[in-house]
């Protein structure tokens, strides 16, 4: 078709998506032309403003390394990530616990018995002894559910992002018991402003937003028959719950942390202050599948935050 005008050019590029065979390939890239067409037209898209979005583009791309992914961390930022997993899982009347995968889950952790510490290299921060229990929507306890777990130190950053810290550092994979628990010690951590180096943090910036995720505690529940959730789990008295700049924060994970200062600890070899939190995940029947791991590797030099 030769283009006459705005209007007809969008048509010409949806009358050639009909070739398509898979009819819901075809359905999200019409309606993906549909409505980038119509943003453009809305907002009367200037030349030099679309050869800054080709570049914003461009950069989050170059920035999403094996030990960053700089694409996952801007879909959280606009909210995008939120709004998919609250689309795409549970129902008013029964809701799950799914939540944001988040940029830092590495596929692999080792496998450990329930009980174990996932501290792998000396970590400061005040123990914590973690104690999860996984149910169905009816409250049906699952057993055998695949687990993986991990969270940002105290300093504010993921083993991935700090060579100082050991392989797979607050990092480890769990299974349900028969009660449908699995049970872990770590440190508490505590919240972490986003890298800021890239497109993300020129956002941030530009909007007056500040960088910062409250304190979170991450988990991936897999099991054949059930859907695969990611699920993060956060602190009641973070004080940026209702800020938090990815917009991960909703009220059925927000967890309460107990602080034991005169109790005997799990552990024998704990003598300071600790805390305990136990949470209960909910998962509904589906498909079971694990996401492709937004990071696979550790920098090489120390991320500073």
Do not use: C
Not at 10 to 15: I, K, M, N, Q, Y
Not at 194 to 206: C, F, I, N, R
């Amino acid at each position: 078709m030769i283009i006459q005008d705005e209007g007809q050019l969008t048509e010409a590029v949806l009358a050639e998506t009909e070739r398509a065979d898979d009819p819901r390939l075809k359905e999200l890239v019409q309606a993906l032309v549909r409505h980038l067409h119509d943003f453009a037209r809305e907002v009367r898209l200037t030349e030099a403003e679309f050869d800054a979005a080709i570049n914003i583009v461009s950069r989050l791309g170059k920035l999403t390394t094996p030990s960053h992914n700089e694409v996952r961390l801007m879909a959280g930022t606009l909210g995008l990530s939120t709004l998919v997993s609250l689309m795409n899982n549970g129902t008013e009347a029964k809701p799950t616990s799914a939540n944001l995968l988040g940029p830092f889950w590495r596929k692999g952790s080792p496998a450990m018995n329930n009980g174990d510490s996932i501290v792998r290299s000396a970590t400061e921060g005040p123990p914590l002894f973690f104690t999860g229990r996984i149910v169905d929507t009816d409250g049906n306890v699952i057993a055998g559910a695949e687990v993986d777990v991990w969270h940002a130190s105290p300093a504010g950053l993921y083993e991935n992002q700090d060579p100082e810290q050991a392989e797979w550092n607050l990092r480890g994979k769990f299974f349900s018991d028969t009660d449908g628990v699995f049970a872990y010690r770590s440190v508490k951590p505590s919240g972490y402003p986003v890298p800021m180096g890239g497109p993300v943090g020129e956002l941030l910036t530009a909007l007056h937003r500040h960088p910062f995720r409250p304190a979170h505690l991450h988990a991936l529940i897999y099991k054949p028959g059930y859907k695969t959730i990611a699920s993060q789990l956060y602190s009641h008295d973070d004080p940026m719950l209702e800020t938090d700049a990815q917009f991960g924060v909703v009220q059925t994970l927000v967890g309460r942390y107990v602080r034991h200062e005169n109790e005997p600890a799990p552990d024998p070899d704990v003598s300071e202050p600790w805390y305990s939190l136990e949470h209960t995940f909910i998962v509904e029947p589906g498909e079971a599948w694990l996401p492709t791991p937004p990071v696979s590797a550790k920098r090489e030099t120390k991320l500073e935050v």
